[in-house]
């Protein structure tokens, strides 16, 4: 799978994409991430990417050109272009599924005040929103959704099983508790049945405490 990211802030990947499973998918070559300054395509000398919004209004708007002609460069023949956005589909498990199948993902990450709206309307293939909330930017967005998606993709996990049990697997469906040791700690005790060695009651205690 590839995924490209077009941001103007290419450096904040760096951390999160450069640790634990993300780090090891890219090395095993199970995921290519590419991340794109959108400010490339940019054709002025300061590298302007946004304007002031037609109507008036506060602060800036992305222009659509200029984020038209990224993906354009960006696009293979199959590819999912996603609009990070406060206005899209709330981002859930199924998604990341449905996402974790495609063979280009191409993220665009918003700022300022959001991006000119024929993006979503022309350029688009969908758009998401990680939730109910307004973030400075579309790339803590993007980390999400390629975290979630990538994590899904074989081969990535080392035990793929625990994806089957895992919350959201079915939607609504969240994971039983979990314990390890110590046995009690401060009068603090694990369930009794978790220690009865009894598989048949574990597991029928675990699913009631879906
Ligand atoms: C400051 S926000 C723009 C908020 C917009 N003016 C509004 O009121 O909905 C700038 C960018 O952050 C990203 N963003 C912020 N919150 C988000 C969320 N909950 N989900 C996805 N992207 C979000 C989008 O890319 C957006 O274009």
Not at 112 to 119: C, F, L, Q, T
């Amino acid at each position: 799978m590839k995924i490209d990211i077009v941001t103007i802030f290419p450096e904040m990947f760096q951390g999160p994409f450069g640790e634990s499973i993300i780090k090891r998918a890219i090395e095993k070559e199970l995921v290519e991430i590419k991340i794109h300054d959108l400010r490339n395509w940019s054709s002025d000398k300061r590298r302007t990417v946004d304007s002031s919004p037609y109507g008036g209004g506060a602060g800036m708007v992305m222009r659509v050109d200029i984020i038209d002609k990224a993906v354009t460069d960006l696009k293979r023949e199959k590819s999912r272009v996603v609009l990070l956005d406060t206005k899209g589909q709330v981002f859930k498990q199924q998604k990341a599924k449905e996402l974790a199948q495609v063979e280009q993902l191409i993220l665009i990450a918003g700022h300022y005040e959001g991006v000119d709206h024929r993006i979503h309307e022309q350029v688009a293939d969908e758009v998401i929103s990680i939730g109910e909330f307004v973030l400075t930017g579309g790339e803590l967005p993007a980390m999400v959704v390629v975290d979630s998606v990538v994590r899904l993709i074989p081969g990535v996990l080392g035990n793929q099983e625990s994806l089957a049990e895992e919350s959201y697997n079915q939607e609504g469906v969240v994971e039983y508790p979990q314990y390890t040791r110590p046995e009690e700690y401060k009068g603090w005790k694990v369930p009794e049945i978790l220690l009865s060695g009894d598989h048949k009651k574990i597991r029928e205690w675990r699913k009631k405490k879906y």
